[in-house]
């Protein structure tokens, strides 16, 4: 297999922790629990912090989503097809998803908090933030424990704003998301 492409490959699961805890709000929206907003519907300088959309439900189960891709990761390290597509040995599998599926929520957190404040309703497009916040947020958490080299960053920073393009069109025409971004 050509260098390259398995180097992506190994970007892109590395980051499947954060990667499906940005995607599970969309997924569990449906289900009644913890449907508070994370923001409690406040508000700073007259507009929302977060917004009603970004709920305790949606961090629960994103996080939980994480923390379970990365413990799979873990039972399948001992295989080695997927230790050689591994960057880590996952033997901190926890904190691995945590940090991850938690960075991931909290950078898109941080991009619908900037959104409220320049006047963009949820939804709407506001890129390269929409496709790059949840990336920029789990690089930054799992930095604490794996500090990634530059190529790594640049090609997860790649790898996810294209792969947010193309996965937020299939939610839309899927019905599961009422935009495309």
Same mark, same amino acid.
């Not at 189960?61 to 097809?81: E, H, N, R, T």
């Not at 960053?153 to 939610?171: E, K, R, V, Y």
């Given at each position: 297999?050509?260098?390259? @492409?398995?180097? #992506? *490959? !190994?970007? *892109? ?6 990667? &499906?805890?940005?995607?599970?709000? =969309?997924?569990? !929206? ?6 508070i ?12 912090? +977060? ?11 994103? =996080?939980?989503?994480?923390?379970? *891709?990365?413990?799979?990761?873990? +039972?399948?390290?001992?295989?080695? $097809? ?13 904190? @691995?998803? /945590?940090? &991850? $599926?938690?960075?991931a /929520? ?5 991009? $619908? ?6 006047? #963009? ?5 506001? #890129?390269?933030?929409?496709? /790059?916040?949840?990336? =920029?947020?789990?690089v930054?958490?799992?930095?604490? =424990? ?10 997860i920073?790649? *790898?996810?704003? &294209?792969?947010? @393009? &193309? ?15």
């Amino acid at each position: 297999m050509n260098e390259f @492409i398995f180097f #992506i *490959i !190994k970007c *892109i699961y590395f980051m499947l922790p954060a990667y &499906l805890a940005n995607m599970m709000p =969309v997924f569990a !929206k449906k289900i009644n629990f913890l449907n508070i907003p994370v923001d409690f519907n406040k508000k700073w300088k007259g507009k929302p912090i +977060l917004g009603s959309h970004k709920t305790w439900r949606g961090l629960f189960f994103g =996080v939980l989503a994480g923390i379970i *891709i990365a413990y799979i990761q873990f +039972l399948l390290y001992k295989f080695p $097809s997927f230790a050689n597509v591994s960057f880590i040995d996952y033997s901190k599998w926890f904190l @691995i998803g /945590l940090l &991850l $599926s938690s960075g991931a /929520l909290a950078g898109d957190m941080a991009e $619908s908090f900037f959104k409220r404040r320049a006047d #963009i309703k949820p939804g709407k497009p506001f #890129i390269p933030w929409d496709q /790059l916040d949840y990336a =920029v947020g789990a690089v930054l958490f799992v930095f604490i =424990v794996y500090p990634l080299s530059f190529l790594q960053i640049i090609t997860i920073l790649l *790898i996810s704003f &294209l792969g947010h @393009i &193309l996965f937020s069109h299939i939610g839309y025409y899927l019905k599961l998301k009422k935009v495309k971004w």
